[in-house]
């Protein structure tokens, strides 16, 4: 397998004023097969943009996406996608939600149904099977989401801030969930999130992004992930360079912030 | 004057069996289920739900009104009604000579209805004669006359006199008081007075309830119900005409859809199509389909055509719009889950753009059927041969307040019928609509 190449890629939106916007300046980045990347930074430091470009809903004004050794032209199903919420389909139930991906490749429900069971077995939804979307709670919604797009067999899953919308207690659940998911698939995965902690914990690798223009800030490779895969994350936390790195990266994306603010009063 | 005393009373009505229903219906003022356990329910809507005391109190209360007012044979409490049967007054009349002569005008009062009444072998009623009375002596002579109720008499009482007005009779005096020309003197069965020209007339009391050709009563009404079923009206029964009105909107909402929908989803999907169709839309929407019914008549005539037509344009703005905005509600991200699950073009319009703007559209299909209901009432109230505006129309050209109003609550019941099915259609085909 080739793995994930994103060569030099830059992003700049027009302004219907006649300005424009710098959403992404030259980045570049090899991700393996089987890699998790969490990917953090102040809003407005285009990681959603990068996300869109890698999934291909967005064509990069420079530089190019490669996955196994093709070039990514547009959204294609080897690279699946979980969404932070309100992506699933309400007028399907969950097992039909589930097995979307094979339906749309014209796979018959019967050759199907063995997967979709087992992977609603794997996020814990066995007994939910009939039920309708809107039935179910935040968590059980975003488990759909990933049995969902696990039953396509991407090689990528990009997760835009998957846990987001979802409480405390859920979302330390969850971040286990997907922990054992990628150890257990060996997918990889590029995750973008808001919390440093969730990075910390779920990342492999984690890439810290900076704002205007946007751009890679530092990279860490980071040992707590391989800590967590089937232990309390509580555990994990006790590791002696967590709360240093934590602390380090907070810093970093405070500062960020800071410079972002004086910046628009003095432009103010 | 009476309008304001059914205001009064209505709202009496509100208040008064509010404190009378909550001393006697206990039960159904207590707060039931989680809502007993909020201490604050004022601005809190979703604890408020239909008292069904009030509902049915709020029925009974227009149904009496309805009663109260008119001359029904409804044993419910009435207001005063007109004065009907005979009645006397004295005129008296003088001559150039200073000699007077008392006589008597014998007044019978009748039904102002009284043709459309039936007897019980089916025979309209006839109008009554005259009451029979003695000429009597002198040279004024004793009248009688006939009257509808709620009518006016000008009593010309000289016709059998000896001495006519041309030869210098004159009235000076009625019941036996001095009156002018113009004056008019209250007795109770009406008021008697003379014209600026001298000349007895009398008007029967009237009370405070209304006459047939304003406001029939309850059961006149649902005799003319059950007589437009059997009978029916210009040539055809209440089904028929209901049956055509009916057939006239569902086709016309049908086509409507059927052309509109597509429509919508190709202005939500394609540039070109939005360009297209977008200065149409706009154009037309706000054009009320009453304003096209002229120009509908000059191009297909008041048949069937013509009504579908009408309809059809109608339904087909509002069901455009109700696709495109169907389109526009789909969030990205359901349609960009879709995409890098593998669907096709084809695969995101039919298993997630459809679906997923289907609440729309039948908001759209609920507003569509109201007013395209609205329009075949107006469309025949224009020009038609059948339907439940054309039979009102008529009905009014010949005063027939009853099968106005037994129109009026047909299409009232099936204006409401329409709106709970379509609701009912809702719930089932999306039970997910409001809770995402």
Known sequence: ?268 | MIGLLVIVLYVGAFFGSFFLARMAFKSAFEKKGFNKLKTVTFGDESAITANRVASVISVITVFWLWVAFTNSAIPLPKFPGPFSGDMNFTYTAQLEDGSTDDATVTMRVYREDIQLTLDEEGNPGREPDEAEVEPGDGFAKNDTLTVARYGFKVVNVWQNDDVSKADGSSIIALNGQPVEPGDKIKVPEGTIGLTDKGTPTFEPAVGLRMARLYLPAPEVVFQRFIWLNKEGYQGYTLLEHTRYSLQRVLLGFIIGALVGIPIGYAMGLTSWSRGWFDPIVEFMRPVPPLALIPLIIIWFGIGEVGKVVLLFLAALWIMIIAARSGVSGVAITKVHAAYSLGASKWQILSKVIVPNSLPDIFTGARVAMGVCWGTVVAAELVAANVGLGKMIVTASKFQLTDIIIVGIIVIGVIGFAIEVGMRKLENWLIPWKGKV
């Open chain 1, 1 to 268: 397998m080739g793995g994930l190449s994103i060569n030099n890629i830059s992003m700049r939106f027009d302004l219907p004023n006649g300005g424009h916007v710098q959403a992404l300046q030259g980045v570049s980045l090899d991700i393996q097969s089987g890699e998790l990347m969490s990917v953090l930074g102040p809003s407005g430091c285009g990681k959603t943009t990068l996300l869109n470009i890698v999934a291909g809903f967005l064509a990069p004004t420079e530089g190019e996406i490669v996955l196994n050794d093709h070039q990514v032209f547009g959204p294609s199903p080897e690279r699946g996608m979980v969404f932070q919420q309100g992506a699933l389909f309400e007028w399907m139930n969950v097992k039909e939600n589930v097995s979307f991906g094979p339906d749309m490749k014209g796979v018959s429900r019967a050759e199907s149904r063995e997967k979709v069971e087992h992977l609603l077995e794997v996020v814990g939804l066995q007994d939910f099977h009939e039920k309708a979307i809107y039935e179910l709670s935040g968590g059980m919604q975003q488990r759909v989401a990933l049995a969902r797009c696990l039953a396509n067999d991407p090689d990528v899953i990009l997760m835009d801030e998957p846990l987001g919308a979802l409480d405390a207690l859920t979302r330390e659940k969850m971040q286990s969930l997907v922990l054992d998911l990628w150890k257990d698939t060996g997918k990889t995965i590029i995750l973008i999130t808001h919390s440093v902690e969730e990075a910390l914990l779920l990342g492999e690798r984690l890439l810290v992004m900076a704002p205007r223009p946007g751009r890679v800030h530092k990279e860490y490779r980071l040992p707590f992930a391989d800590l967590g895969v089937g232990n309390d994350l509580r555990e994990v936390k006790k590791h002696k360079d967590y709360n240093k790195t934590r602390e380090e990266i907070l810093e970093m994306i405070w500062n960020m912030e800071e410079e972002i603010m004086g910046r628009t009063e003095e432009s103010a």
